[in-house]
């Protein structure tokens, strides 16, 4: 929809405002919103003609927490009646018991019939005044010498904080398995306040978004302000550990929400988080999430999962509303795809567009219930996708699904009774891969149709070419059924329908995907209302060419994402590498090739410990709870959630060495949540094993409660986990590797074989975590390796085997976020080389003679090291390189980019020049890639998977090899492992990728085991050492006859850096982009810190 210039948001502020005089249902503190407007937004004024939500709707919104002291959120909290019982009721201001009736007896003492932190204003016991100081928001700059008895946390303002300080009496008065969950919970800190402490800010926007406070003559109201929300913090950031995600939408299913606004990316996504999002589709909660915020194809979860409504965003063309004359562009901060439900009109990114459109389902709920009707999530769903805006052509699209979210005509779907049936596909996943030739049969669509409500309805399984087809391209997978009868229930444990891959023509799609489209019409007196749900897979058949490449057996569904690299090593001691591979479940796999096929060794897979909050083992902890006697976790796999599936999610690469000189291989490998393990090769937990890093709860806001020795707050962002992959190095020289950790409580562990913390252990590094994976290398010359991290604060280390920091370290770097540093020697002359990468960084290196420095456009991901061209020189391999990544985080890119402006950038060792780009259709590796020759001509690739749902293997040229890419239809975010895993006689090497869509791929190549292989896996090496010194166990250091030698650049001139003489990275060639984008873009910091004369080094 398009409107002309002279239609300004100014004319229709002017409409909206007579709307809005004439209609005494509006809020009266509403100010003309383009986006709530009828025309050029959601028409969200519309439906508050109708209503402006319920509060016995409650919205739940999973993020990072609420600020307490959000005026207009205070009174939209959902306050838990059942935890606040006898003298924790509110009283009025003569000490005696509230009235109303009902539900709210004893509660409602402002008599506005809703039960809030208003109910205490007059309070004796809160409203009384103290001498003591509170600070306005928590600005330690903005004391007040007075404040309210009740004001226990401080912010000068009475809040749902001091409602939970006051009464939490540590007992579970509701019985509901949360002990005084007085204002919803916090899932990150496993406590009952879910108070934003470290400001992130986030779920107060959502909160406010969706449900801000109405007719209160302050800020905007949320699209539902009679609606409460219920605040549940899964996170200090914008993603979230899939598990602490899963158990908020848990709650909120057990606890009365009917919606659950996802306000974040999940880190992974488990058998547990589906059985969650599962549990809450049949508790009739919508569950409502953001695509993902950056204009790509890859699958974020939860938005790509099952029983969610995926949102994206879309905004005005212009550079504010008044000046616009299109309200459609897509945003260039929210992504798209086949999976996307419908946008919400914004100008933030995904996630905000989906707590739009939580307060927009909100209002239906209202309204049903209004209308004595009770909504399946299902049946909520349809309605929303039903009446959207179509905003492209007729149907679906990528970029804005099924149009945009349109409120007034979703709430006048209830009161009309356009209900439309319920249409839902359990299998196939999402992205699923199907080969015709490795399938065992026929696509079995499973999934259900009903239509309760109606008179009769009609059933259509269908499939068509592409992700975003024609309606007229569809065609009949089965007769379609017409006339069912209301009370039959179609589907269940019976197919829908059952497609042959064998025949599908997938036409010149590269992706080989085609849409499932299951669709029924429910048949009304006088109407025809329509649902439908939507797969989108890749077949892969004779018709479009097959995968002589793919190793039988292959791709593995291990049931849940896999994150991690893979890593490749003979544990079961027959000679040959088995794969090494773990997923988000919690389970640690090990694949060996038996007969030509993959076959899980004895003792695997192995399980992590139970989640915190559904481990019962947990007894030295006694301030972690236990929701165990959750009505979800009760009823079990019996119609609820199974806690068996609530592990420990393994989302990084394990580190495979003999530990304990027994001649075996142990494996080493952390959890999200904050657990270092050791299994021998029988899958069993080697002595002194698991070690469970120390918990750091919230610091106390309550001034009497001192803090503990370590807790979290604005300044130290700290909490218990760790995703740096564990590297093994033997720092004191007894032929036995110690373990080195990098945690998120700001430290970096080193622990000795048997478990033990090693003398000066643990090292703590600043206020943030530390998510790089550290590196080892011998810095000083003395034989040992030193251990090199970068921390959260902008700082690499040096660190001996003592825990000391070395000389002249550490090196700041003006970023917060550093990737892992990698050790290598460029000039092969012993002397190591000191890799830095950041983020968000002004250009930047460390010169040993003096000299200009320079910078580099939009580099992310850690870098990989190798002779790529065989000039005898080491070449740098890093994800970016790209000006317009900077798109991503202005949002100034509403198109799809092109596909050469993702990939890998090659640096050579010898010029410091760019010699290539490995270009990709989507982001790639969020890691490294591996170096190896892959084609048998004696050149290796750099071998990288993408969020675009493909495998590349391509030289320092771009050149890809001969059968790549390789489709997965998912994404690879993890770095591919290579090397001979079904010992063939010609050892050919074979790569080991995983994608988050939790399938494990293997190809072979034409590459051998002898052949080139210079970065084996992620980290260089089995024991992610970072480092090109350590010795590979396959692979030749025999250079190729021939260096390789690319066709001219392109006339503008790539960045580029010098390595030599020493430690100096210098940009050449034109600006990419402003200052302010390069601000925001990832750039890669190649800091070249070379040892000189044993122990002395270059300062920056």
Same mark, same amino acid.
């Given at each position: 929809?398009?409107?002309?210039?002279?239609?300004?948001?100014?004319?229709?502020?002017?409409?909206?405002?007579?709307?809005?005089?004439?209609?005494?249902?509006?809020?009266?503190?509403?100010?003309?919103?383009?986006?709530?407007?009828?025309?050029?937004?959601?028409?969200?004024?519309?439906?508050?003609?109708?209503?402006?939500?319920?509060?016995?709707?409650?919205?739940?919104?999973?993020?990072?927490?609420?600020?307490?002291?959000?005026?207009?959120?205070?009174?939209?909290?959902?306050?838990?009646?059942?935890?606040?019982?006898?003298?924790?009721?509110?009283?009025?201001?003569?000490?005696?018991?509230?009235?109303?009736?009902?539900?709210?007896?004893?509660?409602?003492?402002?008599?506005?019939?809703?039960?809030?932190?208003?109910?205490?204003?007059?309070?004796?016991?809160?409203?009384?005044?103290?001498?003591?100081?509170?600070?306005?928001?928590?600005?330690?700059?903005?004391?007040?010498?007075?404040?309210?008895?009740?004001?226990?946390?401080?912010?000068?303002?009475?809040?749902?904080?001091?409602?939970?300080?006051?009464?939490?009496?540590?007992?579970?008065?509701?019985?509901?398995?949360?002990?005084?969950?007085?204002?919803?919970?916090?899932?990150?800190?496993?406590?009952?306040?879910?108070?934003?402490?470290?400001?992130?800010?986030?779920?107060?926007?959502?909160?406010?978004?969706?449900?801000?406070?109405?007719?209160?003559?302050?800020?905007?109201?949320?699209?539902?302000?009679?609606?409460?929300?219920?605040?549940?913090?899964?996170?200090?950031?914008?993603?979230?550990?899939?598990?602490?995600?899963?158990?908020?939408?848990?709650?909120?299913?057990?606890?009365?929400?009917?919606?659950?606004?996802?306000?974040?990316?999940?880190?992974?996504?488990?058998?547990?988080?589906?059985?969650?999002?599962?549990?809450?589709?049949?508790?009739?909660?919508?569950?409502?999430?953001?695509?993902?915020?950056?204009?790509?194809?890859?699958?974020?979860?939860?938005?790509?999962?099952?029983?969610?409504?995926?949102?994206?965003?879309?905004?005005?063309?212009?550079?504010?509303?008044?000046?616009?004359?299109?309200?459609?562009?897509?945003?260039?901060?929210?992504?798209?795809?086949?999976?996307?439900?419908?946008?919400?009109?914004?100008?933030?990114?995904?996630?905000?567009?989906?707590?739009?459109?939580?307060?927009?389902?909100?209002?239906?709920?209202?309204?049903?219930?209004?209308?004595?009707?009770?909504?399946?999530?299902?049946?909520?769903?349809?309605?929303?996708?039903?009446?959207?805006?179509?905003?492209?052509?007729?149907?679906?699209?990528?970029?804005?699904?099924?149009?945009?979210?349109?409120?007034?005509?979703?709430?006048?779907?209830?009161?009309?009774?356009?209900?439309?049936?319920?249409?839902?596909?359990?299998?196939?996943?999402?992205?699923?891969?199907?080969?015709?030739?490795?399938?065992?049969?026929?696509?079995?669509?499973?999934?259900?149709?009903?239509?309760?409500?109606?008179?009769?309805?009609?059933?259509?399984?269908?499939?068509?070419?592409?992700?975003?087809?024609?309606?007229?391209?569809?065609?009949?997978?089965?007769?379609?059924?017409?006339?069912?009868?209301?009370?039959?229930?179609?589907?269940?444990?019976?197919?829908?329908?059952?497609?042959?891959?064998?025949?599908?023509?997938?036409?010149?799609?590269?992706?080989?995907?085609?849409?499932?489209?299951?669709?029924?019409?429910?048949?009304?007196?006088?109407?025809?209302?329509?649902?439908?749900?939507?797969?989108?897979?890749?077949?892969?058949?004779?018709?479009?060419?097959?995968?002589?490449?793919?190793?039988?057996?292959?791709?593995?569904?291990?049931?849940?994402?896999?994150?991690?690299?893979?890593?490749?090593?003979?544990?079961?001691?027959?000679?040959?590498?088995?794969?090494?591979?773990?997923?988000?479940?919690?389970?640690?796999?090990?694949?060996?090739?038996?007969?030509?096929?993959?076959?899980?060794?004895?003792?695997?897979?192995?399980?992590?410990?139970?989640?915190?909050?559904?481990?019962?083992?947990?007894?030295?902890?006694?301030?972690?709870?236990?929701?165990?006697?959750?009505?979800?976790?009760?009823?079990?796999?019996?119609?609820?959630?199974?806690?068996?599936?609530?592990?420990?999610?393994?989302?990084?690469?394990?580190?495979?060495?003999?530990?304990?000189?027994?001649?075996?291989?142990?494996?080493?490998?952390?959890?999200?949540?904050?657990?270092?393990?050791?299994?021998?090769?029988?899958?069993?937990?080697?002595?002194?094993?698991?070690?469970?890093?120390?918990?750091?709860?919230?610091?106390?806001?309550?001034?009497?409660?001192?803090?503990?020795?370590?807790?979290?707050?604005?300044?130290?962002?700290?909490?218990?986990?760790?995703?740096?992959?564990?590297?093994?190095? &033997? #720092?004191? !020289?007894? *032929?036995? $590797?110690?373990?080195? %950790?990098?945690?998120?409580? /700001?430290?970096?562990? =080193?622990? +000795? @074989?048997?478990?033990?913390?090693?003398?000066?252990?643990?090292?703590?590094?600043?206020?943030?975590?530390?998510?790089?994976?550290?590196?080892?290398? &011998? #810095?000083? !010359?003395? *034989?040992? $390796?030193?251990?090199? %991290?970068?921390?959260?604060? /902008?700082?690499?280390? =040096?660190? +001996? @085997?003592?825990?000391?920091?070395?000389?002249?370290?550490?090196?700041?770097?003006?970023?917060?976020?550093?990737?892992?540093?990698?050790?290598?020697?460029?000039?092969?002359?012993?002397?190591?080389?000191?890799?830095?990468?950041?983020?968000?960084?002004?250009?930047?290196?460390?010169?040993?003679?003096?000299?200009?420095?320079?910078?580099?456009?939009?580099?992310?991901?850690?870098?990989?090291?190798?002779?790529?061209?065989?000039?005898?020189?080491?070449?740098?391999?890093?994800?970016?390189?790209?000006?317009?990544?900077?798109?991503?985080?202005?949002?100034?890119?509403?198109?799809?980019?092109?596909?050469?402006?993702?990939?890998?950038?090659?640096?050579?060792?010898?010029?410091?020049?760019?010699?290539?780009?490995?270009?990709?259709?989507?982001?790639?590796?969020?890691?490294?890639?591996?170096?190896?020759?892959?084609?048998?001509?004696?050149?290796?690739?750099?071998?990288?998977?993408?969020?675009?749902?493909?495998?590349?293997?391509?030289?320092?040229?771009?050149?890809?090899?001969?059968?790549?890419?390789?489709?997965?239809?998912?994404?690879?975010?993890?770095?591919?492992?290579?090397?001979?895993?079904?010992?063939?006689?010609?050892?050919?090497?074979?790569?080991?990728?995983?994608?988050?869509?939790?399938?494990?791929?293997?190809?072979?190549?034409?590459?051998?085991?002898?052949?080139?292989?210079?970065?084996?896996?992620?980290?260089?090496?089995?024991?992610?050492?970072?480092?090109?010194?350590?010795?590979?166990?396959?692979?030749?250091?025999?250079?190729?006859?021939?260096?390789?030698?690319?066709?001219?650049?392109?006339?503008?001139?790539?960045?580029?850096?010098?390595?030599?003489?020493?430690?100096?990275?210098?940009?050449?060639?034109?600006?990419?982009?402003?200052?302010?984008?390069?601000?925001?873009?990832?750039?890669?910091?190649?800091?070249?810190?070379?040892?000189?004369?044993?122990?002395?080094?270059?300062?920056?």
């Amino acid at each position: 929809m398009r409107f002309p210039a002279a239609l300004s948001l100014a004319c229709l502020a002017g409409i909206a405002t007579v709307a809005l005089r004439a209609d005494a249902a509006l809020p009266s503190d509403y100010t003309a919103d383009w986006s709530y407007a009828p025309t050029s937004g959601m028409d969200v004024e519309g439906a508050w003609n109708t209503t402006l939500g319920r509060p016995e709707i409650a919205i739940a919104i999973a993020s990072s927490g609420v600020q307490w002291d959000e005026q207009d959120l205070v009174d939209q909290a959902a306050l838990n009646a059942g935890e606040l019982t006898g003298d924790a009721r509110p009283q009025r201001g003569d000490g005696s018991a509230c009235g109303g009736g009902g539900r709210l007896a004893g509660y409602d003492c402002n008599g506005d019939g809703v039960f809030t932190v208003a109910d205490y204003a007059e309070d004796p016991r809160m409203k009384s005044l103290v001498p003591d100081e509170c600070y306005s928001r928590h600005d330690p700059t903005r004391p007040s010498s007075i404040r309210l008895a009740g004001d226990l946390n401080r912010n000068c303002i009475l809040d749902p904080g001091d409602i939970i300080l006051r009464f939490s009496d540590g007992v579970d008065d509701d019985a509901n398995g949360y002990t005084d969950d007085i204002c919803g919970w916090d899932f990150f800190a496993n406590d009952n306040d879910p108070y934003d402490d470290a400001r992130n800010g986030q779920g107060t926007t959502h909160a406010r978004v969706a449900a801000a406070r109405a007719n209160n003559g302050g800020g905007q109201p949320g699209v539902c302000p009679g609606c409460r929300y219920v605040p549940l913090r899964v996170t200090d950031a914008e993603t979230a550990a899939g598990n602490d995600l899963a158990q908020a939408i848990v709650y909120a299913s057990d606890n009365g929400a009917r919606v659950v606004s996802a306000g974040v990316n999940a880190v992974d996504h488990s058998a547990f988080a589906r059985a969650a999002l599962d549990y809450a589709y049949g508790k009739n909660v919508l569950v409502v999430t953001g695509i993902g915020d950056t204009n790509s194809r890859r699958h974020d979860v939860p938005a790509a999962a099952n029983h969610v409504l995926a949102v994206g965003g879309v905004r005005f063309d212009g550079d504010d509303p008044a000046s616009t004359t299109a309200f459609t562009n897509a945003d260039g901060c929210s992504s798209f795809g086949g999976h996307l439900g419908l946008v919400a009109s914004t100008t933030g990114c995904a996630r905000d567009a989906a707590a739009r459109v939580a307060g927009v389902a909100g209002l239906l709920y209202s309204a049903a219930a209004g209308a004595s009707l009770t909504l399946t999530a299902d049946e909520a769903r349809q309605i929303l996708l039903n009446e959207a805006d179509e905003l492209g052509p007729a149907g679906f699209d990528e970029r804005t699904g099924r149009g945009r979210a349109n409120a007034a005509r979703a709430v006048d779907a209830v009161a009309s009774r356009r209900i439309p049936p319920e249409v839902d596909v359990t299998s196939p996943a999402f992205f699923a891969p199907v080969y015709a030739n490795l399938s065992l049969g026929p696509i079995s669509i499973q999934g259900r149709a009903a239509a309760p409500r109606a008179r009769s309805y009609d059933l259509f399984v269908q499939w068509a070419p592409g992700t975003e087809p024609a309606d007229s391209t569809f065609r009949d997978i089965v007769v379609p059924l017409r006339g069912i009868p209301p009370t039959t229930v179609s589907g269940g444990a019976t197919p829908l329908a059952q497609l042959d891959p064998a025949q599908i023509e997938t036409g010149a799609d590269r992706e080989r995907a085609i849409t499932i489209r299951v669709r029924a019409i429910a048949h009304y007196d006088g109407q025809d209302v329509t649902g439908e749900a939507r797969r989108v897979v890749s077949v892969t058949n004779q018709k479009n060419g097959l995968d002589e490449d793919l190793l039988p057996g292959f791709p593995i569904a291990l049931g849940a994402s896999i994150e991690g690299s893979p890593k490749l090593a003979d544990i079961d001691g027959d000679g040959v590498r088995d794969i090494v591979v773990a997923d988000s479940a919690g389970k640690l796999h090990v694949f060996a090739l038996k007969d030509g096929k993959p076959v899980e060794t004895a003792g695997f897979p192995y399980l992590t410990r139970p989640m915190d909050g559904l481990n019962k083992d947990l007894t030295s902890e006694v301030t972690v709870p236990s929701y165990a006697a959750a009505p979800a976790y009760v009823a079990g796999a019996q119609g609820g959630v199974d806690p068996a599936l609530a592990r420990e999610a393994i989302v990084q690469a394990p580190a495979i060495a003999d530990l304990d000189g027994d001649g075996k291989q142990e494996i080493v490998f952390v959890t999200w949540s904050g657990t270092v393990y050791v299994v021998n090769a029988r899958g069993q937990d080697a002595p002194g094993w698991p070690r469970r890093l120390p918990l750091v709860p919230s610091c106390s806001l309550a001034p009497q409660v001192g803090p503990p020795i370590r807790c979290a707050d604005t300044q130290r962002r700290w909490s218990r986990g760790t995703n740096s992959a564990p590297v093994l190095a &033997d #720092l004191d !020289g007894d *032929g036995r $590797p110690e373990i080195v %950790v990098g945690t998120f409580d /700001g430290r970096v562990y =080193a622990f +000795d @074989a048997g478990g033990g913390v090693r003398a000066g252990f643990p090292v703590e590094l600043g206020a943030r975590r530390v998510a790089a994976s550290p590196a080892a290398v &011998d #810095l000083t !010359g003395d *034989g040992l $390796p030193e251990i090199l %991290v970068a921390s959260g604060d /902008g700082a690499a280390f =040096a660190l +001996d @085997a003592t825990g000391r920091t070395l000389p002249s370290w550490p090196i700041a770097i003006p970023s917060p976020r550093l990737t892992s540093p990698v050790a290598t020697d460029f000039e092969n002359d012993g002397e190591p080389d000191v890799i830095l990468g950041g983020n968000g960084i002004a250009p930047l290196y460390f010169p040993a003679r003096g000299g200009p420095g320079g910078g580099f456009a939009a580099f992310f991901g850690s870098p990989a090291v190798g002779d790529l061209d065989q000039d005898g020189y080491l070449d740098i391999v890093v994800s970016g390189g790209l000006p317009t990544l900077g798109d991503v985080f202005t949002g100034s890119s509403p198109t799809p980019r092109a596909a050469g402006d993702h990939g890998a950038t090659v640096f050579s060792g010898a010029t410091g020049a760019a010699i290539g780009k490995i270009a990709t259709e989507d982001f790639a590796s969020n890691g490294d890639h591996a170096i190896a020759d892959v084609s048998g001509d004696e050149i290796p690739e750099v071998i990288t998977g993408t969020s675009g749902g493909f495998l590349h293997a391509a030289d320092a040229c771009g050149r890809e090899a001969a059968g790549f890419p390789k489709l997965t239809s998912g994404w690879i975010a993890g770095t591919p492992a290579v090397g001979d895993i079904d010992g063939d006689r010609e050892k050919r090497l074979e790569i080991v990728a995983g994608t988050r869509e939790g399938w494990l791929f293997a190809w072979t190549t034409r590459g051998t085991a002898n052949g080139k292989v210079l970065w084996e896996s992620f980290r260089h090496d089995n024991a992610n050492t970072g480092n090109t010194k350590t010795k590979l166990a396959q692979g030749t250091p025999e250079r190729a006859a021939t260096p390789l030698v690319c066709e001219a650049p392109e006339p503008e001139p790539a960045a580029s850096f010098d390595v030599g003489g020493g430690c100096a990275c210098r940009a050449t060639g034109p600006a990419r982009g402003s200052g302010s984008i390069a601000a925001l873009a990832l750039s890669l910091l190649l800091g070249l810190v070379r040892r000189r004369r044993r122990s002395r080094f270059t300062e920056p």
